[in-house]
């Protein structure tokens, strides 16, 4: 993966690694901020069908660096909001 910009403002990165990169033809685009993380597999899901059961239900996913648990308990949690400039990081296959 090359050096990938800051987002413009309103808006977060998101990197895509392996297979998550291949299913979406793209190493990273940007989303736009504040997103509930508990809404980012279906935000994904809805611009990529298919890639939630596929890809994202066995990633790891990090936020600014740091490895965050997603799960579908969490779709209605406020508590953790990806921001404006935040770089999320979808890894695929969590063993």
Known sequence: MGSV???PKGHFNVLYFASASSFTSKEFETLPAP???GKLFDTLEEKYNGIKDK???S???TVN???VELSE???DSTQDIIKE???V???PPKY
């Open 5 to 7: 910009p800051e987002p």
């Open 35 to 37: 997103l509930p993380l």
């Open 55 to 57: 890809i994202l239900t």
């Open 59 to 61: 990633c790891l996913v």
């Open 65 to 67: 660096l740091n490895y």
């Open 73 to 75: 308990s969490d779709e």
């Open 85 to 87: 400039g935040d770089e």
């Open 89 to 91: 990081a979808i890894i």
